[in-house]
């Protein structure tokens, strides 16, 4: 008898259940070729876990409560499309999204901030130091702690750099000057005692001090002392034409003057 009645029971609510969902049916497929798309996913906007996927065939059926009002349709490298319940026909051809291009990331250069986790400080046009600089290494004079900057009194002379201190005896603790990605050796060079003096000081736009090993490490043994990235400026295809100028005028005066013998006196 209890069998009986829950038969009953189910063969009553059935018709009401069906009765408060929406069946819908169609297909899915490429808008360029027409081939089905398999493992598409279609959802009920408003009901969350209530969706489904098309079969081999880019078929698909989904009952819906009638609070749904737009189903959604999106496949990978395609974009989404959302349809309203009412719609005459539910078979979507779905358009390719846009294709990336091919990025090769050199160094630091393309590295969100965030995603790095050495220790990195950057020292831009807003905070380089101002007045009459003779070369790039006075732009970063006290700007980053743990560096550094010594320059020779000699004219010409270059400047001793150290990041971080003193970490080796024998070999070389300048740090690797790597200027718009590529490498400069350290040391000077023939002609110059300096080997930033063959940088225009006007013509960088930022530069980057690493200083752990995990953010040096990418340059190998050469970044044993750290390593300073310059980037310099570049134009823009789309930008304006901007002109600038930049002086600097000096004037001196004796604040003591000594009395020697001139040549005839002598």
Do not use: W
């Not at 169609?26 to 079969?55: F, N």
């Not at 990418?218 to 823009?236: D, F, H, P, Q």
Request: hydrophobic share 35%; with cysteine; aromatic share 6%.
């Amino acid at each position: 008898m209890k069998r009986i009645i829950f038969y009953l029971s189910i063969c009553l609510l059935c018709p009401s259940i069906l009765a408060a969902q929406h069946s819908i049916n169609g297909s899915v497929s490429d808008a360029e070729t027409g081939e089905p798309l398999i493992g598409a996913t279609v959802i009920a906007i408003g009901e969350e876990g209530l969706g489904t996927t098309t079969d081999f065939n880019g078929n698909f059926e989904l009952y819906i409560p009638e609070n749904v009002e737009l189903i959604e349709i999106s496949y990978t490298g395609y974009k989404t499309m959302a349809i309203p319940k009412d719609a005459p026909s539910f078979n979507v051809a779905l358009a390719s999204g846009e294709v990336l291009e091919e990025v090769i990331v050199i160094g630091y250069g393309n590295v969100k901030r965030e995603d790095l986790t050495g220790s990195i400080q950057t020292v831009g046009p807003e905070t380089f130091n101002k007045g009459a600089i003779t070369g790039p290494q006075e732009l970063l004079t006290g700007k980053v702690a743990g560096v550094s900057i010594t320059t020779n009194g000699d004219p010409g002379g270059g400047s001793t750099i150290r990041i971080r201190g003193e970490s080796s005896l024998r070999a070389s603790n300048d740090p690797l000057i790597v200027v718009d990605g590529v490498p400069v050796q350290g040391g000077e060079l023939s002609g110059s005692r300096n080997i930033l003096n063959h940088i225009n000081p006007n013509d960088i736009e930022s530069m980057t001090v690493l200083k752990d090993a995990s953010a040096s490490a990418i340059y190998g043994n050469r970044a044993a002392g750290g390593v300073i990235v310059i980037t310099t400026k570049k134009g823009k295809s789309d930008a304006k034409l901007k002109v600038g100028y930049n002086g600097n005028v000096s004037f001196g005066q004796t604040s003591k003057r000594i009395e020697v013998l001139d040549a005839a006196t002598y």
